[in-house]
Every structure is written in C-alpha cells, then in structure tokens.
C-alpha cells in the first residue's frame, strides 16, 4: 500500500474546512476515498489506510494547534511540532481503531461506520475534542443545513451513506436508481439551500458586541491591560439604547473579587444596561475559575464558570510528567489549573430574553446547548481567540458556532478578544461581523429563534438509528464489500 496517497486524499478532505471552505473538493475526496479503500483486503491494512487518511486530514485541519506555543515562543515553540503531530495521531487513532473494529464488514463498510463512530467518541473520550468533524466541512454548502436534522454526528454518517450508495449503483450499472439518487441529492440542495437563505426576522431587542483587540503577548502586561479596558469602557459609554452589551472572554485584568473599581467603571460606563463580560475569579474554596458574568447595576452578579476546560491552557494533564518539563507557565498567568463548572446554564436578562452561555472551547460540543431544561431565546459566546492565530483557528471556531445556531435553531452572538465577533442567525447565516485584529463594536437586533429542531429535540438519537441500521442491513446483505 502506498501511503502517500491516502494521507494526500486525507488533506484533500480537509480543504473543506475554512480558510479554505472548498467542501465540495471535500465530497470529491470522500468518493475518492471510498473507491481506493477497496485494494485493501487484510483487516490490518484497512485500519492503517484509515489512519493514513485521518493522519492527513487532521494535520491540515488542526495547523492551528501549533499557535499558542507561540505566544511564548522562547519557552514553548519548540513544543509546536510536536503538539500538532501528538493530536493528529490522536485523533486518527479514533478513525483506525474504529475502522479496525468493522474490517470484518468489508473495507467500506469500515470506512463509513469506522469513521462515523470515531467522530462520535472522539467527542468525549479523554474529556473530548470534536474539532474539525465531517459534518463541519459542509456548514457553508447547502447540505449543512441537514444540521438541524442529522446533528453534527449524524450529517457525517449520511454524506458517507449518500456517496458508498451512488458510487454502489454506479458499479452495479443501477444507472436508473442512480439518476435516482442523483434527483433526491438535488432535492436535498434544493431545500437546504432554500433555507440558507431565508429570510431573518429579528426581535425588538438590541445586542453591543465589543471588541477591543488585545494581542495575546499584550493582554496581561500590566501596563497594556488597563488599555485594553478602557477601550471596552469608551465603546459602552458611546453605545446607544441596547439591551445587553457583551464583552470578550476574561475582559477585565484582575480577579473579579479583587476588581471592585473596575465593576464601578463598567457600571458607570453602562449606564444601567447590562454588562456580559468575562473573568477570573476565585470561589469560596479558592480554586481558579474561568467564568462569564452577567452584570447588573440594579441587581445581582450573575456568573457561569466554564465547564468544558482546554487541556494544557486551562488545565494541565499528567500533571506530574508535563510539569517536570516546565508546561505547568502554559496553563495561564496564574501558574494553576482551573476548576470546571457544574455544567450548561440559562442565565436571565430580562424576562423574556435569556440566553445560553458559551465560554470559547465549550461552543465544540455540540450537547452542551441540550442540557438545559429549557431552550434559550439566545447564545452567547465569549472567547479570546488570538490564542488561534490568524491562519485557520478563528475561522473554524466561527464555523463552529454556524453548526450550533443550525443545529438547534437558536442565533449566536459571540464577542470575541481579537474576533471574529458576529452575529449569526438561527439557520447559520452571519448577519454582521467584524474582522480579526481590528477594534470594534457591532450593534444590532437579535435575531428571532426558530421552532426547535428535529436534532434539538431528538439529540443524536437518529445518528444511533442509523448506526444499528447500517450495522443490521451489513449483516443481512453480505455480497457488497
């Protein structure tokens, strides 16, 4: 087997992926890949295609990984290299082990449920990573709009499904089932592409997003922060009649228990609008936490800790082992781990306006925004995404949130340290944003949510349906390899 060829058809899948955003060279690689898989006869060597295809697809998908070593570069770039091929091999590992389970299927049949159980476990193994999974090649194309159907794990599956059945027809001269397929494929464009770009209505409530560009090698300097806040502070004071205002992730520069001048400023500054800003802020048993405050002049602080923590920037695993090797001044300007919040939370801006919130990495998980028992009118994300780079990561983070707002028929509004901050409508359509790098505010109307989806409501159930059918149709019908 070469092993070129199936690592450069894993790069080529990747493309689909922004900055690119080439997702039909994307469909073009997953047919590719379902017709070279078949050379591969022995159970060992379908694993390892696989794990060839992933290693590809992962490198070129996950480059940006290589940038927080960077900020530090003296310290830590070295660890660059490394890093980026570590959580590649991870991560095709999935893919290989998976698809080493159902070789006994036939190679394509290991390709498509290998992959697609990977994609699914990936997501919360070793506490998850679900960055970068197939459905998200396809969040700018109308199929992504299946999202709201299929959910991120179940989309996946159906793309491989749609390509293993017509390239079948194909090579069994079904060519009337073909054009078939071919006709409901054109329907399903058809309908996503309708609802791409329906109209958005908004609501009667206004949203500041604030964005004050801090590069991450300025943003805790001691003489640049206070900068930096009173940036945030001058562009709330200007702010017209809005509901709610939003500041980026860890906005201001001291510990919220010890920023008691700072809270005064902002209160000033608002004039009696609520405040969403980010902070550190040490709990009752002094643990570090990474939370999202909702601030109200009249009236209590609302906080949401993170729950869904970054490895090596919010905490550090293997502790022990990493931490002889000098990780331990990665995890943040504290030198300590934080502690993980209790899980996904509405918090309440007025009575008829709540909203969900996001602090940066939570937004990958797609079943975070079910876990509430009652569904939100609004998502808010804060995030610093200069960590990310300029390359890819600030982009794929801003794809992501498109898949949450189809997904769940719910419209984001992300306010971003460096950006991208925007506003996305409930069927994933940026209504407004502003650039990476750039200081900044947005002022717009919320957009209205849409009924709650089929994935909203039902979760991965339909991509658990498919799995056990796929499985039991493999089992009945053996001729097809």
């Not at 709009?145 to 159906?158: E, N, T, V």
Request: neutral net charge; proline residues 5%.
């Amino acid at each position: 087997m070469g092993y070129l060829r199936p690592i450069s058809l894993g790069a080529l899948l990747a493309v689909g992926h922004a900055p690119f955003n080439l997702w039909f060279l994307s469909f073009s690689a997953i047919c590719l890949c379902f017709l070279d898989i078949v050379k591969q006869r022995k159970r060992s060597d379908i694993a390892l295609y696989v794990m060839l295809l992933g290693m590809g697809y992962f490198i070129l998908t996950l480059n940006w990984i290589a940038e927080p070593f960077f900020v530090d570069f003296r310290s830590h770039a070295w660890i660059a290299p490394f890093a980026i091929f570590f959580i590649s091999v991870t991560m095709a590992f999935f893919w290989c082990a998976f698809s080493y389970i159902f070789a006994p299927f036939g190679a394509r049949w290991a390709l498509l449920l290998g992959i697609a159980t990977a994609e699914y476990f990936r997501s919360f193994v070793l506490t998850g990573f679900p960055w970068g999974t197939i459905a998200s090649l396809f969040v700018n194309s109308p199929l992504g709009q299946l999202l709201a159907i299929f959910g991120p794990f179940g989309l996946g599956l159906f793309v491989f499904v749609l390509v293993m059945y017509l390239i079948f027809l194909v090579e069994t001269k079904k060519f009337s089932s073909a054009v078939g397929g071919i006709f409901v494929l054109s329907l399903l464009f058809l309908w996503g592409f309708q609802r791409q770009n329906h109209e958005v209505f908004f609501t009667d409530k206004t949203i500041l997003l604030v964005q004050p560009n801090a590069p991450q090698s300025e943003k805790w300097d001691e003489n640049l922060a206070p900068v930096f806040f009173n940036r945030m502070i001058e562009t709330t004071e200007q702010a017209n009649d809005v509901n709610l205002i939003v500041w980026p992730e860890s906005a201001i520069y001291k510990p919220l228990n010890y920023a008691d001048e700072l809270l005064d400023a902002i209160n000033e500054a608002s004039s009696g609008v609520p405040v969403v800003f980010g902070a550190l802020r040490y709990d009752e048993g002094g643990n570090l936490r990474n939370s999202l405050v909702l601030n109200k002049s009249s009236d209590r602080q609302l906080v949401y800790d993170k729950s869904r923590l970054v490895p090596f920037g919010e905490y550090l695993p293997f502790a022990g082992f990493l931490g002889n090797l000098g990780l331990n001044s990665m995890v943040n300007s504290y030198g300590s781990s934080f502690t993980r919040g209790h899980g996904a939370d509405l918090i309440e801006v007025e009575p008829d306006l709540y909203f969900q919130p996001l602090i940066c990495y939570e937004a990958i998980f797609p079943s975070i925004l079910r876990a509430t028992a009652n569904r939100a009118d609004l998502i808010i994300q804060i995030t610093n995404d200069a960590w990310f780079g300029r390359f890819s990561g600030p982009y794929q983070h801003l794809e992501i949130l498109k898949m949450r707002a189809i997904e769940t028929g719910i419209p984001v509004a992300r306010s971003a340290n460096t950006g991208i901050s925007a506003v996305i409508s409930a069927n994933g359509k940026i209504i407004d944003s502003l650039p990476l790098e750039t200081q900044g505010s947005l002022e717009l109307a919320i957009p209205q949510a849409l009924k709650p989806t089929f994935y909203f409501t039902w979760g991965d159930s339909i991509f658990f349906m498919m799995i056990l059918s796929l499985i039991t149709m493999r089992l009945i019908v053996k001729r097809y390899y």
